[in-house]
């Protein structure tokens, strides 16, 4: 991406971007048209590879400029020191609802490289970047968590387990559910409304007896 493109008049960027992310997120990589960016994007072709050397550059910097909006619109902000778990789970989740209404098309590409796996052979740096993210957020997501909340007749350590485990298959099947989706689209509040019933469940199976309020915050 040459200095041209940043001299660009910011709208005028974001119209691009916009282009290039719906485009790679609705299509992958390999079924991605550039002719269909410029014709959304209101700008010739050869304009597109005066700024982007390539098709794979273009979806290089795609992926790169979605991973820094994530990181600046929702890891950087996220707050782990809720110590109940399933509350910590709620803010964490809100959060990304409001960097995802701002611009869904970041989330909407990285879910889909997730999902089909489009950047492991082309961009082996990026994945890890991705799954390096990923883990560093995983790990501060468990740590420090009130245990005492916990129903007593099952070890602490095995109710985590189960709580994770109960999210990973959730998430599996929610990732399956979406595999060839246009998640440009999609009505995510739904899902979003789903993952708050689902997690209430939780709350009743593996917390104490007594009223620990709804999981969606009021």
Same mark, same amino acid.
């Given at each position: 991406?040459? !200095?041209?493109?940043? *001299?660009?008049?910011?709208?005028?960027?974001?119209?691009?971007? =916009?282009?290039v992310l719906r485009e790679f997120a609705q299509h992958g990589y390999a %079924?991605?048209?550039?002719?269909?960016?410029?014709?959304?994007?209101?700008?010739?072709?050869?304009?597109?590879?005066? $700024?982007?050397?390539? *098709?794979? !550059? #273009?979806?290089?910097?795609?992926?790169?400029?979605?991973?820094?909006?994530?990181?600046?619109? $929702?890891?950087? &902000?996220?707050?782990?020191? !809720?110590?109940?778990?399933?509350?910590?789970?709620?803010?964490?989740?809100?959060?990304?609802?409001? /960097?995802?209404?701002?611009?869904? @098309?970041?989330?909407? @590409?990285? /879910?889909?490289?997730?999902? %089909?796996?489009?950047?492991?052979? #082309?961009?082996?740096?990026?994945?890890?970047?991705?799954? !390096? @993210?990923?883990?560093?957020?995983?790990?501060? #997501?468990? /740590?420090?968590? =009130?245990?005492? @909340?916990?129903?007593?007749?099952?070890?602490?350590?095995?109710?985590?387990?189960?709580?994770?485990?109960?999210?990973?298959?959730?998430?599996?099947?929610?990732?399956?559910?979406?595999?060839? *989706? =246009?998640?440009?689209?999609?009505?995510?509040?739904?899902?979003?409304?789903?993952?708050?019933?689902?997690?209430?469940? #939780?709350? &009743?199976?593996?917390y104490k007896e007594g009223d620990h309020g709804s999981t969606k915050s009021q």
């Amino acid at each position: 991406m040459n !200095e041209a493109f940043h *001299k660009l008049d910011p709208e005028k960027q974001r119209r691009i971007w =916009d282009a290039v992310l719906r485009e790679f997120a609705q299509h992958g990589y390999a %079924n991605a048209s550039t002719n269909r960016i410029v014709q959304e994007a209101g700008i010739g072709k050869g304009m597109l590879f005066y $700024y982007f050397n390539s *098709k794979e !550059e #273009l979806f290089r910097r795609a992926l790169e400029y979605s991973l820094d909006y994530l990181q600046r619109e $929702y890891v950087s &902000k996220l707050d782990y020191t !809720e110590p109940d778990f399933i509350t910590r789970f709620v803010q964490i989740t809100e959060l990304k609802m409001r /960097a995802h209404l701002q611009n869904p @098309l970041p989330f909407a @590409l990285l /879910a889909n490289v997730q999902i %089909n796996q489009d950047a492991r052979q #082309l961009f082996p740096d990026l994945q890890q970047r991705m799954a !390096e @993210l990923a883990s560093s957020e995983l790990s501060k #997501l468990w /740590a420090n968590v =009130d245990t005492s @909340l916990f129903r007593e007749d099952i070890p602490p350590r095995q109710v985590m387990n189960l709580i994770r485990w109960s999210m990973e298959g959730y998430q599996n099947e929610v990732m399956n559910q979406l595999k060839d *989706k =246009d998640l440009t689209g999609l009505d995510w509040q739904a899902y979003v409304e789903e993952f708050y019933a689902f997690l209430d469940v #939780l709350r &009743k199976v593996f917390y104490k007896e007594g009223d620990h309020g709804s999981t969606k915050s009021q």
